[in-house]
Protein backbone atom coordinates (compact mmCIF):
# COMPACT_ATOMS: atom_id res chain seq x y z
CA UNK A 1 0.00 0.00 0.00
CA UNK A 2 1.07 3.51 -0.62
CA UNK A 3 2.70 5.17 2.49
CA UNK A 4 3.43 8.83 3.14
CA UNK A 5 6.21 10.04 0.89
CA UNK A 6 8.69 12.32 2.18
CA UNK A 7 11.73 14.40 0.64
CA UNK A 8 14.17 15.04 0.39
CA UNK A 9 15.19 12.14 3.39
CA UNK A 10 18.30 14.27 4.52
CA UNK A 11 19.25 17.63 4.41
CA UNK A 12 22.35 19.62 5.35
CA UNK A 13 22.12 23.22 5.28
CA UNK A 14 24.43 26.75 7.12
CA UNK A 15 22.59 28.78 9.31
CA UNK A 16 20.66 31.70 8.13
CA UNK A 17 19.89 29.29 5.24
CA UNK A 18 16.41 28.62 3.49
CA UNK A 19 15.08 24.83 3.27
CA UNK A 20 12.05 23.54 2.37
CA UNK A 21 10.31 19.86 2.94
CA UNK A 22 7.93 18.18 0.74
CA UNK A 23 5.32 16.20 1.73
CA UNK A 24 3.09 13.91 -0.25
CA UNK A 25 -0.07 12.02 1.64
CA UNK A 26 -0.98 9.02 1.22
CA UNK A 27 -3.72 9.07 -1.96
CA UNK A 28 -7.28 10.08 -0.74
CA UNK A 29 -6.48 11.15 2.47
CA UNK A 30 -7.45 14.95 3.39
CA UNK A 31 -5.16 16.00 6.75
CA UNK A 32 -1.70 16.59 6.61
CA UNK A 33 0.59 17.07 9.35
CA UNK A 34 3.65 18.18 10.44
CA UNK A 35 5.72 17.24 13.38
CA UNK A 36 9.44 18.14 14.75
CA UNK A 37 11.59 15.69 16.42
CA UNK A 38 14.74 17.03 18.61
CA UNK A 39 17.16 14.89 19.39
CA UNK A 40 16.08 12.19 22.37
CA UNK A 41 12.40 14.40 22.39
CA UNK A 42 8.94 13.05 21.49
CA UNK A 43 7.36 14.79 18.63
CA UNK A 44 5.93 18.12 18.59
CA UNK A 45 3.10 19.08 16.67
CA UNK A 46 3.84 22.14 13.91
CA UNK A 47 1.09 22.43 12.33
CA UNK A 48 -1.69 20.45 9.81
CA UNK A 49 -3.93 21.06 7.08
CA UNK A 50 -7.01 20.00 6.03
CA UNK A 51 -8.25 20.45 2.40
CA UNK A 52 -5.66 22.81 1.73
CA UNK A 53 -6.88 25.19 4.48
CA UNK A 54 -4.73 25.77 7.71
CA UNK A 55 -6.43 23.61 10.53
CA UNK A 56 -4.45 23.67 13.33
CA UNK A 57 -1.19 25.37 14.64
CA UNK A 58 1.30 24.40 17.13
CA UNK A 59 4.86 25.19 18.03
CA UNK A 60 5.93 26.26 14.96
CA UNK A 61 8.43 29.07 14.76
CA UNK A 62 7.10 32.38 12.82
CA UNK A 63 10.29 31.45 10.43
CA UNK A 64 8.62 28.80 9.31
CA UNK A 65 5.68 28.60 6.54
CA UNK A 66 3.51 25.55 5.26
CA UNK A 67 0.91 25.40 2.99
CA UNK A 68 -1.41 21.98 1.37
CA UNK A 69 -1.67 22.33 -2.45
CA UNK A 70 -4.58 21.54 -4.65
CA UNK A 71 -2.65 17.97 -5.28
CA UNK A 72 -3.03 17.64 -1.34
CA UNK A 73 1.37 17.85 -1.33
CA UNK A 74 2.36 19.76 1.40
CA UNK A 75 5.91 22.11 1.77
CA UNK A 76 6.73 23.25 4.86
CA UNK A 77 9.45 26.02 4.34
CA UNK A 78 12.24 26.87 6.78
CA UNK A 79 13.83 30.38 6.83
CA UNK A 80 17.09 31.91 8.71
CA UNK A 81 17.64 28.63 9.97
CA UNK A 82 19.09 27.60 13.23
CA UNK A 83 21.29 25.41 14.80
CA UNK A 84 18.58 24.25 17.04
CA UNK A 85 16.07 23.68 14.04
CA UNK A 86 18.46 20.39 13.55
CA UNK A 87 15.97 17.42 14.07
CA UNK A 88 13.63 15.05 12.30
CA UNK A 89 10.84 16.50 10.57
CA UNK A 90 8.38 14.05 10.14
CA UNK A 91 4.90 14.18 7.89
CA UNK A 92 1.70 12.79 8.69
CA UNK A 93 -1.86 12.34 6.94
CA UNK A 94 -4.97 10.39 8.15
CA UNK A 95 -8.54 10.81 6.02
CA UNK A 96 -9.88 12.60 9.04
CA UNK A 97 -11.47 16.08 8.43
CA UNK A 98 -14.92 14.81 7.63
CA UNK A 99 -17.24 13.67 10.51
CA UNK A 100 -19.44 11.46 8.40
CA UNK A 101 -16.11 9.35 7.37
CA UNK A 102 -15.11 9.46 11.11
CA UNK A 103 -18.38 7.91 12.22
CA UNK A 104 -18.29 4.91 9.33
CA UNK A 105 -14.45 4.50 8.85
CA UNK A 106 -13.08 2.67 11.73
CA UNK A 107 -9.51 3.77 10.42
CA UNK A 108 -10.25 7.53 10.29
CA UNK A 109 -8.11 9.40 12.41
CA UNK A 110 -5.00 7.06 12.10
CA UNK A 111 -2.03 9.24 11.29
CA UNK A 112 1.01 7.17 9.07
CA UNK A 113 3.69 8.84 9.38
CA UNK A 114 6.31 9.00 6.92
CA UNK A 115 10.63 8.41 6.92
CA UNK A 116 10.91 11.40 8.12
CA UNK A 117 13.75 14.35 7.16
CA UNK A 118 16.69 14.57 8.76
CA UNK A 119 17.65 18.76 9.08
CA UNK A 120 21.24 19.06 9.87
CA UNK A 121 22.12 22.59 10.20
CA UNK A 122 25.92 23.46 10.51
CA UNK B 1 4.60 18.21 31.87
CA UNK B 2 3.92 15.93 28.91
CA UNK B 3 0.49 15.46 27.70
CA UNK B 4 1.48 11.91 27.49
CA UNK B 5 3.76 10.71 30.04
CA UNK B 6 4.96 7.33 29.68
CA UNK B 7 6.51 4.91 31.84
CA UNK B 8 8.88 2.78 32.62
CA UNK B 9 11.19 5.43 30.60
CA UNK B 10 13.20 2.02 29.81
CA UNK B 11 12.38 -1.40 29.94
CA UNK B 12 14.59 -4.36 29.61
CA UNK B 13 13.78 -7.64 28.90
CA UNK B 14 14.44 -11.19 27.81
CA UNK B 15 12.82 -12.55 24.71
CA UNK B 16 9.14 -14.38 24.97
CA UNK B 17 8.49 -12.28 28.10
CA UNK B 18 5.96 -9.70 28.33
CA UNK B 19 6.27 -5.98 27.97
CA UNK B 20 3.71 -3.83 29.70
CA UNK B 21 4.30 0.12 28.90
CA UNK B 22 1.72 2.74 30.39
CA UNK B 23 0.55 6.35 29.15
CA UNK B 24 -1.13 9.14 30.89
CA UNK B 25 -2.84 12.04 29.95
CA UNK B 26 -4.32 15.23 31.14
CA UNK B 27 -7.36 16.09 28.93
CA UNK B 28 -10.46 14.63 27.43
CA UNK B 29 -9.60 12.82 24.34
CA UNK B 30 -10.71 11.64 21.44
CA UNK B 31 -8.29 8.87 20.48
CA UNK B 32 -5.49 7.47 21.31
CA UNK B 33 -2.64 6.12 19.77
CA UNK B 34 0.24 3.90 20.11
CA UNK B 35 3.57 3.64 17.91
CA UNK B 36 6.99 2.48 17.45
CA UNK B 37 9.90 4.03 16.59
CA UNK B 38 13.51 2.60 15.64
CA UNK B 39 16.46 4.46 16.45
CA UNK B 40 16.42 7.84 13.86
CA UNK B 41 13.85 6.28 11.71
CA UNK B 42 10.02 6.99 11.34
CA UNK B 43 6.95 6.40 13.17
CA UNK B 44 4.96 3.15 12.54
CA UNK B 45 1.52 3.02 13.56
CA UNK B 46 0.51 0.58 15.80
CA UNK B 47 -2.93 0.56 17.10
CA UNK B 48 -5.82 3.12 18.00
CA UNK B 49 -7.79 2.91 20.49
CA UNK B 50 -10.88 5.32 20.85
CA UNK B 51 -12.23 7.00 23.76
CA UNK B 52 -15.30 4.93 24.00
CA UNK B 53 -13.22 1.66 23.69
CA UNK B 54 -11.62 0.15 26.62
CA UNK B 55 -9.22 -2.90 25.08
CA UNK B 56 -8.00 -3.70 21.74
CA UNK B 57 -5.92 -5.75 20.71
CA UNK B 58 -3.89 -6.77 17.36
CA UNK B 59 -2.12 -9.78 16.95
CA UNK B 60 0.64 -10.35 19.91
CA UNK B 61 -0.36 -6.16 21.13
CA UNK B 62 -2.97 -5.55 23.89
CA UNK B 63 -3.86 -2.08 24.79
CA UNK B 64 -6.66 -0.62 27.39
CA UNK B 65 -8.10 2.86 28.14
CA UNK B 66 -9.17 3.76 31.31
CA UNK B 67 -10.68 7.18 30.94
CA UNK B 68 -11.66 7.55 34.34
CA UNK B 69 -7.74 7.26 35.28
CA UNK B 70 -6.73 9.55 32.05
CA UNK B 71 -4.28 6.35 31.36
CA UNK B 72 -3.33 3.45 28.43
CA UNK B 73 -1.30 0.48 28.58
CA UNK B 74 0.23 -1.15 25.62
CA UNK B 75 0.83 -4.88 26.69
CA UNK B 76 3.31 -6.98 23.99
CA UNK B 77 3.28 -10.59 24.46
CA UNK B 78 6.01 -13.20 23.69
CA UNK B 79 8.55 -10.16 23.04
CA UNK B 80 11.09 -10.81 20.35
CA UNK B 81 14.84 -8.98 19.55
CA UNK B 82 12.89 -7.18 16.88
CA UNK B 83 10.41 -5.63 19.38
CA UNK B 84 13.36 -3.61 20.69
CA UNK B 85 12.61 0.22 19.19
CA UNK B 86 10.91 3.44 21.41
CA UNK B 87 7.28 2.83 22.06
CA UNK B 88 5.25 6.51 21.93
CA UNK B 89 1.73 7.25 22.99
CA UNK B 90 0.19 10.13 21.13
CA UNK B 91 -3.47 11.28 22.13
CA UNK B 92 -5.66 13.62 19.97
CA UNK B 93 -7.99 16.29 21.92
CA UNK B 94 -11.57 15.61 21.64
CA UNK B 95 -13.74 18.82 20.65
CA UNK B 96 -12.88 22.08 19.97
CA UNK B 97 -10.62 23.38 17.17
CA UNK B 98 -7.56 21.02 17.63
CA UNK B 99 -8.92 17.81 16.38
CA UNK B 100 -6.69 15.56 15.21
CA UNK B 101 -3.35 17.01 15.63
CA UNK B 102 -1.08 14.51 18.16
CA UNK B 103 0.34 15.15 21.37
CA UNK B 104 3.22 12.90 21.78
CA UNK B 105 4.32 11.29 25.30
CA UNK B 106 7.97 10.79 25.91
CA UNK B 107 8.40 7.35 25.35
CA UNK B 108 9.54 4.23 26.56
CA UNK B 109 12.85 2.34 25.21
CA UNK B 110 12.21 -1.13 24.88
CA UNK B 111 15.17 -3.77 24.69
CA UNK B 112 14.60 -7.22 24.35
CA UNK B 113 17.57 -9.56 24.84
CA UNK B 114 17.84 -12.51 22.37
Known amino acids: AAGVIQSPRHLIKEKRETATLKCYPI?????VYWYQQGPGQDPQFLIS???????DKGSIPDRFSAQQFSDYHSELNMSSLELGDSALYFC?????????????????????FGPGTRLTVL | SQQGEEDPQALSIQEGENATMNCSYK?????LQWYRQNSGRGLVHLIL?????REKHSGRLRVTLDTSKKSSSLLITASRAADTASYFC??????????????FGQGTILTVHP
Open chain 1, 27 to 31: PRHDT
Open chain 1, 49 to 55: FYEKMQS
Open chain 2, 49 to 53: IRSNE
Open chain 1, 92 to 112: ASSRTGQAKVRRRDPFADTQY
Open chain 2, 90 to 103: ATANAGGTSYGKLT
Open chain 2, 27 to 31: TSINN
